[in-house]
């Protein structure tokens, strides 16, 4: 196959799953009519109209790895887009990163107030449980319950939670490249990793050590991913972001540009889409989408 066609095709298919996510999100958040009506407003400003998706591709991607149904991975990476979005709202608070922008778009709380954005990510957080407990997601119970504690985890106080209070610790400190590691793992990492890993328990197809093999690439990609937004913080444009560039360096933020300068940083992303890549080796064909999404995260411009 040759680059272009694969480009052509990865566009594609990201295209289609995309709409799914789309429509599937537009169907699970409460109709903005519905009381309180603002409170409902305000979730579907946060969560609709804007955004990659990239946890809900990885999703549709470690799916079809596994041979998973693909109205099962939709709920699932609809879930994670769900506590995603909901971290962006409460992040950008005043009380946090104090952000004005988000998605092009006035964040949630200049849009509406910083009570609502508050309950906003509240009442998305869950959403996102409703929906693993609401649909069936897996052919065994037991599995299912394992896909609730692993976004549990990974959003809680040992992954993504966790991540954001060691990073509201670290303003104007420096951090070790090591530092920074631990930090994002569980900031970033946590949630892109339980993306791949919630979509690949959707299906069957995965042995414990193919499902390592996943986990392991799903890790790599999810450092990778902060690497880069580091790097896009310093030297994009607010418009091209569709949030504050430089924010990270006006705030005093430690990132991987501040610890290693941006042409390492870079060199850093590429060496873990490598090591991610190579993580995959055996899956041939099955893993063609989640090859693509790792290009898609080192090499985005937003
Ligand atoms: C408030 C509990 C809590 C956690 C917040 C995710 C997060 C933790 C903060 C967001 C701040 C930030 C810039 C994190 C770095 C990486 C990241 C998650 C960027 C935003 O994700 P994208 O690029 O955003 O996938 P879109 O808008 O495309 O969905």
Not at 54 to 82: K, N, T
Not at 108 to 119: F, K
Not at 161 to 177: C, F, H
């Amino acid at each position: 196959m040759t680059a272009t066609t694969t480009t052509v095709d990865f566009s594609a298919w990201s295209h289609a799953h995309l709409e799914r996510v789309e429509a599937t999100l537009q169907r699970v958040l409460p109709a903005p009519e519905i009381a309180p009506r603002r409170l409902h407003q305000a979730m579907r400003y946060a969560v609709l109209g804007g955004g990659k998706r990239v946890r809900p591709l990885l999703a549709f991607a470690a799916g079809e790895l596994a041979g998973a149904d693909a109205g099962r991975v939709a709920i699932a990476g609809a879930a994670v887009e769900l506590i995603h979005a909901y971290s962006l709202t409460h992040d950008d608070l005043p009380c946090m990163d104090d952000d004005v922008l988000r998605r092009g778009k006035p964040t949630c709380h200049v849009e509406y107030d910083d009570a609502t954005a508050l309950l906003v990510g509240d009442a998305l957080q869950s959403l996102a449980f409703q929906l693993l407990g609401e649909y069936r997601l897996a052919d065994d119970m037991k599995t299912q319950l394992e896909m609730v504690k692993l976004l549990a985890a990974a959003a809680g106080s040992r992954g993504m939670a966790g991540g954001q209070a060691i990073d509201l610790e670290s303003v104007g400190k420096s951090l070790t490249v090591p530092e920074l590691e631990f930090m994002h793992i569980h900031k970033t990492g946590a949630l892109i990793r339980a993306s791949a890993l919630l979509g690949a328990r959707c299906g069957n197809g995965l042995g414990e050590k193919e499902y390592s093999q996943l986990d392991l690439f799903a890790k790599l990609i999810g450092l990778a991913f902060q690497v880069v937004d580091d790097t896009l913080d310093a030297d994009s444009s607010t418009a091209t972001l569709g949030k504050t560039a430089g924010k990270d360096a006006k705030d005093s933020k430690p990132t991987y540009v501040s610890a290693i300068g941006i042409a390492r940083a870079r060199e850093l992303a590429q060496d873990m889409r490598q090591h991610a890549l190579d993580a995959l080796a055996g899956f041939g064909e099955r893993a063609l989408r989640l090859r693509q999404l790792a290009d898609f995260i080192v090499l985005r411009k937003f």
